[in-house]
């Protein structure tokens, strides 16, 4: 079977322009799928000990000395933002990396771009007199997902990006890797441009440099909301990432239990420029195959992907380090967005988003708030549910949910577990000023 879509694969990858490297390495790809099992048994791992993760905090006198380390080495690390995704989740279809995330800021150093966000990223990056770089990671087929033919609409939707996991290897082939060598950097810290509590910290510079380590990733304590993410396990004496797709769909429940795996990936990762340039060379990276399957215009497909964190298992220096919370705050919802933009949370002198430090001790790091599909569907655009979103209080907020239609007028305090109703078929608004406290509204 497989000699019966090697050439139609191989024909739509070189009409589109991709290298021929990109060619044999993705039918490599389709071979492995065809011919292992996407599961990794789970009596063949353990949850990683604290042999394998670091547990240091920033402010004790080890997290000073190593900031003091940090410091010193800041010319030689190089920040990566993956940007691949669109915001089609918060009511857009533009690039999440252009939106505006809070008091302005938004663009980071170096930017990897999916063939869907690229263009739109350099227009906004043009106007901008900033020490900008990108590149862009490669595309794939999506296939058939009964014989992994490729799919043939004739559209952009034919294509996928291939997971971050492919950044490694777009860093290589865009020839930047070897440039930032060039000019002395070290390190690169990755992370998600959605995540954006990652930021470049110089203790955990500081902690890479000491230990000499060619590959770290930031995990944190796993909750019950964290337990589909993935996780870090110890498999034949290596660490490595195990995801939830890696795991039979019969035992995913094991792979949740947050009392067995106790942390999970932030995709926060830091990485020995020198040594990613080592295993490329070698060809001795080893991503595992992650198959998305999904809907598209009726058709079921699946996505052949792979995952940026997995590189862990590929390098013999390699640890987790167990962060707190305030190193992981995604930006995927509208709500998501509604809590970074509100006093819940603020920028320090350095620009590092923190938790406000006039949220109550009691309370989470960030409150959480939910709108209803008709708060969100409405024929109102959601912007247009607020007079000013950013001036609703949230920092002494634990729940907020929205339902129905409801309107807020400006600098609404919302404290402890508030609950907004509207009647069918009404408007309920909000009054300017008004402070919501422990109840259902109205």
Not at 222 to 238: C, I
Not at 281 to 286: A, G, H, R
Not at 353 to 375: A, G, H, I, Q
């Amino acid at each position: 079977m497989f000699n019966g879509i090697e050439e139609p694969i191989r024909n739509k990858m070189r009409a589109r322009g991709l290298a021929e490297s990109r060619v044999e390495s993705f039918l490599d790809n389709v071979r492995r799928v065809r011919h292992q099992s996407p599961y990794i048994p789970l009596d063949q791992v353990s949850a990683a000990s604290d042999e394998f993760i670091f547990k240091i905090g920033r402010d004790g006198e080890q997290g000073v000395e190593l900031e003091s380390v940090g410091k010193s080495v800041l010319s030689k690390v190089v920040v990566i933002k993956l940007n691949g995704g669109r915001s089609t989740t918060m009511g857009g279809d533009v690039p999440k990396g252009i939106l505006e995330a809070k008091d302005g800021q938004s663009v980071p150093l170096v930017l990897m771009n999916s063939f869907f966000t690229h263009g739109p990223t350099m227009e906004v990056v043009s106007r901008f007199d900033v020490p900008v770089r990108t590149f862009e990671q490669t595309q794939v087929p999506r296939l058939l997902a009964d014989t992994l033919a490729p799919m043939e609409s004739g559209t952009d939707e034919d294509w996928a990006p291939p997971g971050h996991g492919d950044v490694y290897e777009s860093l290589l082939e865009s020839g930047l890797l070897d440039k930032l060598l060039a000019e002395g950097y070290r390190w690169a810290f990755v992370s998600n441009i959605d995540n954006l509590a990652a930021n470049l910290e110089p203790w955990i510079l500081g902690l890479v440099a000491t230990y000499s380590l060619d590959f770290l990733l930031e995990v944190t304590d796993r909750t019950e909301v964290d337990r589909k993410g993935g996780t870090l396990v110890v498999r034949d004496g290596q660490l490595e990432l195990l995801e939830i797709a890696q795991v039979d769909p019969e035992r995913q429940h094991e792979f949740m239990d947050i009392a067995r795996f106790n942390v999970f990936n932030t995709n926060n990762v830091w990485i020995d420029l020198n040594a990613l340039m080592k295993v490329l060379v070698n060809k001795s990276l080893d991503l595992p195959i992650i198959q998305n399957y999904k809907m598209v215009n009726g058709v079921r497909i699946v996505q052949l992907e792979t995952a940026m964190g997995t590189a862990i298992g590929s390098f013999p220096r390699s640890k987790g380090l167990n962060v707190s919370r305030d190193r992981f705050f995604p930006t995927k919802k509208i709500e998501d967005l509604f809590v970074l933009q509100s006093d819940a949370c603020v920028l320090d002198a350095m620009n590092r988003l923190k938790r406000n430090p006039s949220r109550p001790e009691c309370l989470p790091m960030m409150p959480t708030v939910t709108f209803d599909s008709v708060f969100l569907d409405s024929p109102l655009k959601i912007s247009e549910r607020f007079e000013d979103s950013s001036s609703i209080s949230l920092v002494r907020a634990n729940d907020l949910k929205v339902s129905g239609h409801v309107f807020f007028e400006r600098d609404v305090r919302i404290e402890g577990n508030v609950r907004i109703e509207s009647t069918a078929g009404e408007t309920l608004r909000i009054p300017r000023g008004s402070v919501l406290v422990e109840r259902n509204y109205p």
